[in-house]
Nanobody, 123 residues
Framework: QVQLVESGGGLVQAGGSLRLSCAAS????????MGWFRQAPGEEREFVAA????????YYADSVKGRFTISRNNAKNTVYLQMNSLKPEDTAVYYC????????????????WGQGTQVTVSS
């Protein structure tokens, strides 16, 4: 089982930027997908972005495309989410996830989850 620890959340004004990090302990297999999801109070968990550990293919939700960038550092077993042009509606707890998934958008395919990091965007 891969264990994940997120960092980098915080409070930022609208239009600002944050970079989230997700450090994985244990070996992340080449077939793994790493994903970022978010959940606002009273809302369903929502897909944000994902990256295939091998090959680096990326996927984005329409709501963040062009503003967020997911990347990985295989040597450091770390995945990043660079968030630019943040909006108040991006406010949520952001979770990192890992798993052997076919479809990266469905959170149910991920077997490992971090504890979450709060991102708050003020208007």
């Amino acid at each position: 089982q891969v264990q994940l620890v997120e960092s980098g959340g915080g409070l930022v004004q609208a239009g600002g930027s944050l970079r989230l990090s997700c450090a994985a302990s244990g070996r992340v297999g080449s077939s793994y997908t790493m994903g970022w999801f978010r959940q606002a109070p009273g809302e369903e968990r929502e897909f944000v972005a994902a990256i295939r550990w091998s090959g680096g293919t990326t996927y984005y939700a329409d709501s963040v495309k062009g503003r967020f960038t997911i990347s990985r550092n295989n040597a450091k077993n770390t995945v990043y989410l660079q968030m630019n042009s943040l909006k108040p509606e991006d406010t949520a707890v952001y979770y990192c996830a890992a798993g052997l998934v076919v479809g990266p958008v469905n959170y149910k395919g991920y077997g490992s989850w971090g504890q979450g990091t709060q991102v708050t965007v003020s208007s």
